[in-house]
């Protein structure tokens, strides 16, 4: 889909540039037309961030015990405490697990966005021996199984390991319980792939300073030759450029710039993206917001899609357009998706009351009567997290927290968390 409108908008344009040149040239007017650039490329300032280590951190840690669940995310506290355990963990006796693990009565899982190489492993989890060999994981587990008396850690990927650890079950158990009594999360599917809040949380609301990068330094850092890009008004919001080959988007109304080249060249999709590729272009493509880490993408079977999310305070800042979106052949980038607006300083604003799971619920079916909440369960998805709002002068933006409802891909309606206002999609709040 995205390579015919690539391959339509570039004839389109090749034709409008072709009259374009020749009126110019029977009018000898070089310097008088604004369809071709000609100017020499504005150069992007290049940065260092981010690295592989920042984007492939946990994108959250579930607890459980006691038949009790509660999720850590980024730049949380719960969170940086238990990323630091993990990498002071000493592990002995690694062997390959066959099968399911045992049922855990208390367990805590880091999860990851994508399956990491066990180098890239030993970044959270440095005891991770040699031995294993090259795996690809995307869960470490540490749970007392159901009568045991040690904790294990268990490697979860293509193959699973397992090891013993030096840490006392007695601890272990004591404290994980108190991070699920203290702040309880409930499974919204049967999966349990997507958690909501099971009792009203206390949450900080931000005021956040936002800016915007020079938009014509960031285009040209997409083309090898910028000096000669044509541009293009596709809509009332949205501008193109092209050098005939290459096409970037510029959506003025969500704030985004969306990257195609439809050149891949003859390459298999890789088992596992190339991260170091991926990352390597972030860098040379204005660099990512701080606290933005890799999750898993929408479709499980897409192997070569990769998203990368902002976390504050330890919830993800909500929205299509917040997301950075990659798909890749091999080490070829087939198209990008960025949001425009970077994120600055921050400042508590105010503490509020969300919405737990049954408010959710009540709501949701008070909307949709004829469904049972299982119907609801098993046919939307409900995320929480942050809203942001921009103001009119696009240097200050609120944080506000909101529960997105998804039917698929699409977002259906918007769910004030606090005052439990429903809107349709993010757009309208």
Known sequence: MVKERVKSVVLAVLVVISVG??????RGDWQGTSTVSLNEGVKLNPVKSPR?????APYRIAFTAAGQNSLGMPDST?????LRRLG?????????????????????AYEFGALLSTSDLRTWLPSLL?????????RIVLYVGKGADEVTVRCEGARSFEASTNLSA??????????VQKSPWQPWDAVGEVYVPNAPLSVPTFRVAVSMPSTL???????????ALTKAQENLSTTLWTDGSRVVWWDAENQTLTFADPNVVNTVPAQAPDLSSAVEFLRNHGGIRPTTVLTPEDSPAAVSTLEFRTYVNGLPILGDNQVYSMQLMGTHVEQFQRPLYGLGQRTMESTVRVMDYKSVLRTLESRYPKDSDGVLRRTLTVEFGYALRVNADAEVA??????????GSAVVATIDAVSGRVSKGMSDE
């Open 21 to 26: 040149l020749s009126f110019v040239l029977w």
């Open 52 to 56: 592989v280590k920042d984007v492939t």
């Open 78 to 82: 719960v969170y940086t405490d238990w």
């Open 88 to 108: 002071q963990l000493i592990v002995s006796d690694w062997r390959a697990a066959s099968g399911a693990s045992n049922p855990a009565s208390v367990s805590v």
């Open 130 to 138: 040699g031995n294993i060999g090259d795996e690809r994981i995307d």
């Open 170 to 179: 007695a601890s272990f158990t004591h404290d994980v319980t108190e991070v």
């Open 217 to 227: 330094p960031l285009v040209h850092s997409f083309f090898v030759n910028p000096t």
């Open 398 to 407: 609120q944080l506000w927290p909101v529960y997105t409802i998804r039917q």
